[in-house]
């Protein structure tokens, strides 16, 4: 369970978060859509207590992010940051293994092998398990790094921008399992999506933000409409069904 | 032990061999580390029993303590450099080089100076090596927590505030240096250059005996530095506090440096040089690998470098400039291949 109530995040003046507050209590998978620089990251930062919160509060099954130990937050909540970077040279295998390292603390048991496998089949990284993140194409480590939060196992995944660097097939197989964790896992997923058709055909849920508001929060034929984008990206669209699909088309 | 020695993050022995297959003539970290031993181990036998004439027994004992000290001097440089710039997240500073060095000496010819030459002649040599090496960790707690704690540690900033703050410390102590009678200074001199036949053998059992300390506190927190390599942010989000483990290795880095100053004097660029040598030769995925290796190196060269000269070219006191020289070289060499980046 996410609780945010009210979260704030000043930058000087700029409140670059302002007053957003959202619950995610049951499995499923909500995508965050808006446009560059509406506070998407930002937030889901200070949900995960990876930045320090200037106003309101954010829970994770109760437990205020801000006070509570971080091995405890880590069984619970994991997210995947927009930008990586390592200092150290490291395989796939050993960037997932450490996806583990809340639940065993630096000594892999046979549970977190498999549990290192599943996420490498999942991801479809099993050819390239032992090759270095530094020899592998961009889509290739984005994959690598969303295995490492999946095999970290917790509840409530935020993932910012997953389908970066991702072609096509993978872009679709991600969100496959993105809702196959949330509907046979019983995850909460939070995903940060640029692409609004993705959203439409795989979310529960969307969010949209703009200018640090959380402007629109609703099932998907909600808020996906011509006039609600519209506003929220301020370009023209179409918003069409297609097959039962709802679409979203700029306009040329 | 237990923990470091079993793979910290997901490897088996089959990846590795399937890896060393791909790149055939390299070395596994495991092998690379047992050559190192030999290495080190071959280094000291050599440094105990050449050129032995006479009585075995007397020249054992004079050499035993010196051999002990560059062992307990080559771990404090390896452990203290690969641990803080895992902190730092870079790979090109170290202790000496953020100025912890000069803090050691300013806070040993305050101490001498404060207390006056008579109290500083008289007081237990172990008794103020003690006390300035709590200074030391109080002061590297505060002046060096915020830079390494916040939230941006990006390198042209820890690097200019480093070599600030080594300068001003410099010239700190050698100005107070100037105020002290010619006899306070001749107990300070010692420490000041790096020289390894002058070493402090009075202090050497307390230095082992706090080294083997930090190690062990060192081994139990190798895990998380392992997570911390991957970025403050990740860490985090896999529950490691990564203030708490700033605090706590900074205040036993500050122990080593204290250690390392205190036997043999300030070595600005060695800790650099092992370090580096290290991720070359292991890797840094594993820190207990990179540790180890570094520290081995270090003996390699201080306890070679040290017989070679003696042994060789008759030369006496200058493995500290030799092996400044060289970690001179390789601080350079690394600067202009990254680009600081
Ligand atoms: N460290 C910082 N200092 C000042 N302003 C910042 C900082 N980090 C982010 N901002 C500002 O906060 C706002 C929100 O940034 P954020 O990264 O959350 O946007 P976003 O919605 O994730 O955008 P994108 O789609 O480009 O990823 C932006 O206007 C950005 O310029
Ligand atoms: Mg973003």
Known sequence: MIEAAALTKLYGKARVVDEASLTLASPGVTAIIGPNGAGKSTLLSMIARLLPIDGGRALIDGLDVTRTRGDELAKRISILKQENGLMARLTARDLIGFGRFP????????????????????????????RFLDEMSGGQRQRAFVAMVLAQDTRAILLDEPLNNLDMRHAVAMMRLMRRAADELGKIVVVVLHDINFACAYADRIIAMQGGRIVVDGPVEEVVSEETIEAVFGLPVMVRDVEGQRTCLFRA | MADVAKPANGETLRDREHRSGRRVAWPTSRQMLALLAILALASCLVFMTVGVRGNWGFVLQLRAPKLLAMIVVGHAIALSTVTLQTLAGNRILAPSIMGFDSLYILIQTLMVFLAGTALAMAIDPIALFIAETAVMVLFALTLYGKLLGGATRDLHRLLLVGVI??????????????????????????????????????????????????????????????????????????????????????????????????????????????????????????????????????????????????????????????????????FIAIILKRGFT
Not at chain 2, 235 to 251: E, K, N, P
Not at chain 2, 287 to 301: D, F, N, Q, W
């Open chain 1, 103 to 130: 639940h065993s603390k630096g000594r892999l048991t046979p549970t977190d092998y498999e549990k290192i496998e599943e996420a490498l089949t999942f991801l479809d990284l099993l050819p390239f398990a032992d």
């Open chain 2, 165 to 330: 703050l080594g300068v001003f410390f410099r010239s700190t102590a050698s100005f107070l240096q100037r105020l002290l009678d010619p006899n306070a200074f001749l107990v300070l001199q010692d420490t000041f250059y790096a020289s390894f036949n002058t070493v402090r053998s009075d202090l050497l059992l307390i230095a082992a005996v706090l080294i083997g300390i930090v190690t062990a506190i060192f081994w139990r927190l190798v895990p998380q530095f392992d997570v911390l390599s991957l970025g403050r942010d990740t860490a985090t989000s896999l529950g490691v506090d990564s203030t708490r483990l700033t605090r706590i290795s900074l205040g036993l880095i500050a122990v080593l440096v204290s250690v390392s100053v205190a036997l043999v004097g300030p070595l600005t660029f060695f800790g650099l040089l092992v370090a580096s040598l290290a991720v070359v030769l292991v890797g840094s995925r594993r820190h207990a690998e990179t540790i180890l290796a570094a520290s081995l190196i270090a003996v390699i060269c201080l306890v070679g470098g040290q017989t070679v000269l003696e042994r060789v070219f008759q030369f006496d006191t200058a493995l500290g400039i030799v092996i400044e020289f060289f970690g001179g070289i390789a």
